[in-house]
T-cell receptor
Framework: NAGVMQNPRHLVRRRGQEARLRCSPMKGHSHVYWYRQLPEEGLKFMVYLQKENIIDESGMPKERFSAEFPKEGPSILRIQQVVRGDSAAYFC?????????????FGPGTRLTVL | DQQVKQNSPSLSVQEGRISILNCDYTNSMFDYFLWYKKYPAEGPTFLISISSIKDKNEDGRFTVFLNKSAKHLSLHIVPSQPGDSAVYFCAASDYSGGGADGLTFGKGTHLIIQP
């Protein structure tokens, strides 16, 4: 039973390029969360999605960042025109139902480096 | 504005002794608390959780205590083992309060188990 999968594990981009991060939730999970961890910081919530729906994007920067979770395929976190400050570890988590006591299971993360 | 605080960046404990990791929170709407363990270059791994209606939850060597009046929780690991060396994150949620649907994390405590 595979866990949450994220790819790529490492991504290097130059300033102004686009970054696409992928997340496949655990089998049977229909809720996906994205978090960002800056160096020496805790994880910061970005967005919560269900299939084809963005439920809560209160943690997403207003510009350049977008997320989707299509009916088929992985969830995608897209960062347009990356800047050095976007360098961070991006973690995806999934849960089966999305209730208040629903544990979120995390993937290994994608480490984005912007040159 | 840090709503979940882990004031000890690191903690060193001898193997076989008790490790106590502390966490304070400021948002009284938080109703569910979790502890995650994280090794370098990996995603956080769920350890144990507690609902705000309880004051203690135990799972093997791990016990979490919640003091709602003090807005404080702690994770006890006994006996501590070398494999417990990792960064421990405290996280909280307020799903029922209508807040963000993601978890709010502390900055983490690096636990080092000395042989």
């Amino acid at each position: 039973n595979a866990g949450v999968m994220q790819n790529p594990r490492h991504l290097v981009r130059r300033r102004g390029q686009e970054a696409r991060l992928r997340c496949s939730p655990m089998k049977g999970h229909s809720h996906v969360y994205w978090y960002r961890q800056l160096p020496e910081e805790g994880l910061k919530f970005m967005v919560y999605l269900q299939k084809e729906n963005i439920i809560d994007e209160s943690g997403m920067p207003k510009e350049r960042f977008s997320a989707e979770f299509p009916k088929e395929g992985p969830s995608i976190l897209r960062i347009q025109q990356v800047v050095r400050g976007d360098s961070a570890a991006y973690f995806c988590a999934s849960s089966p139902v999305g209730t208040s006591t629903d544990t979120q299971y995390f993937g290994p993360g994608t480490r984005l480096t912007v040159l | 504005d840090q709503q979940v605080k882990q004031n000890s960046p690191s903690l060193s404990v001898q193997e076989g002794r008790i490790s106590i990791l502390n966490c304070d929170y400021t948002n009284s709407m938080f109703d569910y608390f979790l502890w995650y363990k994280k090794y370098p270059a990996e995603g956080p791994t769920f350890l144990i959780s507690i609902s705000s209606i309880k004051d203690k939850n135990e799972d093997g060597r791990f016990t979490v205590f919640l003091n709602k009046s003090a807005k404080h929780l702690s994770l006890h690991i006994v006996p501590s083992q070398p494999g417990d060396s990792a960064v421990y994150f405290c996280a909280a949620s307020d799903y029922s309060g209508g807040g963000a649907d993601g978890l709010t994390f502390g900055k983490g405590t690096h636990l080092i188990i000395q042989p």
